[in-house]
């Protein structure tokens, strides 16, 4: 098997996944275990062809970047105009800090399957905590998150840097337990991925710039125009499901997945 079809077969779950609680990084390593498909290169690979499958919510939401974007050089952060700036760049700091500190030690330490393996695990439990957890609902949408919600999503986040968790998972489970109706956590978490994996896959690229050449770049951009296709055909669909199928069905998966590629990888 080609290098390139290689490229393509992860564009394509990555394009399946990013949307779901179910870890796209979790799936790109273990897919690209059995792939044979590894190394410094690699990992970076798994990481940049993300923005392709996120490239597809930024046009989703398009107006609502827009709006912000248009608050924030305004500086009018008004809570009455709903969703801004502010409520972003709180989610994103603790995962972007956790990262800047961790980074090395979480690609070289973390990109692995018994890590992701683990991650499936913790993260389905998670998901089974939030969903059954009693609270009461003080955020129906997007628009009614304060900014303790925000920070409190955003630090949910960081559990998503260990490949396995998920981020859609971590933050939608976090939202769960601060309050948050799941169509808000979940729109929040869309919002906030374009961003983050942009930033993400920039410092992935400059950190990874001399192990780059001709051919690690062509299957990066084979491996991001894939799961931007595949993406824009699956995001709509995808999108509703996760804002209204209850996460325990996901952690179910999850541990089904997580089993397989026990007995396939591990034994």
């Known amino acids: ?31 690209g275990d059995l792939l044979e498909f590894e190394g410094e290169a690699a990992v970076t690979f798994k990481i940049v062809i993300q923005l392709g499958a996120v ?26 105009k709903g969703l801004n700036a502010i409520h972003m760049i ?39 905590f939030a969903a059954r957890s009693r609270r009461s609902v003080t955020s129906e949408t997007v628009d009614g998150l304060n900014y303790t919600q925000a920070f409190g999503i955003g630090l949910f986040q960081c559990l998503a840097l260990w490949p396995g968790f ?6 939608i489970s976090g939202g769960l337990l601060l309050g948050t109706s799941q169509k808000a956590a979940a729109d929040f978490t869309f919002l906030i991925s374009v961003p983050v994996m942009f930033g993400a896959s920039l410092l992935d690229l400059y950190d990874s710039r001399d192990l780059l050449s001709s051919d690690t770049l062509t299957l990066m951009l084979i491996g991001f125009v894939t799961s931007f296709l595949v993406a824009m055909i699956a995001v709509v669909t995808f999108i509703k499901l996760i804002k209204r199928l209850r996460l325990e069905w996901f952690a179910l998966y999850r541990f089904v997945l997580a089993g397989l590629f026990y007995v396939i990888v591990i034994l």
């Open 1 to 31: 098997m080609t290098e390139a079809i290689k490229a393509i077969i992860l564009g394509i779950i990555e394009g399946l996944t990013e949307f779901l609680p179910v870890s796209s990084t979790g799936h790109l390593i273990l897919a």
């Open 55 to 80: 490239m597809a919510v930024l046009l989703l939401y398009w107006k609502r970047y827009v709006n912000i974007g248009i608050n924030m050089l305004k500086l009018d952060f008004s809570k009455s």
């Open 90 to 128: 709180l989610a994103m700091v603790p995962a972007l800090v956790v990262y800047l500190l961790f980074k090395d030690t979480i690609k070289s330490q973390l990109f692995g399957p018994k890590p992701v393996l683990i991650g499936l695990i913790a993260g389905g439990l998670l998901m089974i």
């Open 166 to 171: 998920s981020r859609s998972g971590s933050t």
